[in-house]
């Protein structure tokens, strides 16, 4: 393994909060780690958080898990983790090679990360392991007319909540299935109220952390309105479904309940979730608990220990930038950045 706890965040965007975590967890470790980032876009809000930026090719580059794997041998990177669903099928397929480099990839096996992507496999999977899945139907030879609507319309694979729909009925269908560009499946609307449950698994697919919240509001499949709670069905069931299908690293459980009982899955991320500062708040300690596993160190399950009650409500914060001869660097404030003439 990596002499220092650095960690490898791929297309860290806009997960500036992530970045944060890490470094703060990385002090308290004191054992000279460095929270390093990629990103393809200059103006990522997280490259300007981290100690370190790496460049890295696209991820459907054929390259880039061999690219993952010098970086984590070139920085003395002890664990790597994915901040969007762009890369984690394919950091899962580098794991190997990252292995040799001296690092690990928080993800879980390739079957399983592609399976929690793509909402017909997954569906395939959760039923396989026994576990809630709504019912669910392939567009191609169903009987729309026979459908217990509402229906949802779901992309295979999305991203940001794009191209839901939700159907009232089959003209409405058809309507939405005329205007979806992407391949989709059709789900039953489950009735109830909805949950996430935030998660952190070892690499041996234990269930170190679940820390159940309340969705309150979100945008753009985003939370930015929530709050946690004390909630020992919803960590049994994360509990169930990290160590059922085999999930690694940080994982976000979304789920139905309606008196009592849990409906259905609807979703399974192999990331930290959108709503990840709340869970953070609430004493998970995930990245700390992260660069821990990554140095080898045993750590027990953390399950029930979180604080219920924590409330999250965002707000949009920004990095301030200048231009010099090197390109674009990271100021203070915003009267340094106006007085340099921007």
Known sequence: MADHSSVLLTCAGQRADIVRAFRDALTRRDDGGRVIVSDLDPLSPSLYSADHVVDLPPVDDPGYGEAVADAVAREDVGAVLPLTDLDPVVLAEAQILVEQAGGRVFVPSPRVAAACQDKWLCHDMLQGADLPSPPTWPIAGTDLGSLPYPIMIKPRIGFAGRWIHRCADQEELDFFLARTPVASVLQQALPGEEFSIDCLASP????????PRAMYQSKGGEQIKGETLDDPQLVDLAADVIEGIGLVGPCTIQCFREDGRILGITDINTRFGGGFPLPLAAGGDYPFLILAMAA???????????????????????????????????????????????
Do not use: Q, Y
């Open 204 to 211: 041996g697919m234990r269930a170190i952390g679940a820390i």
């Open 296 to 342: 080898g160190e045993d750590v027990a399950p953390r399950l029930g220990t979180h604080r219920a009650g924590v409330v999250m409500t965002r707000f949009l914060s920004e990095h301030i930038l200048v231009r010099d001869g090197d390109g674009l660097r990271a100021v203070d404030g915003r009267e340094e950045a106006v007085s340099g003439g921007i």
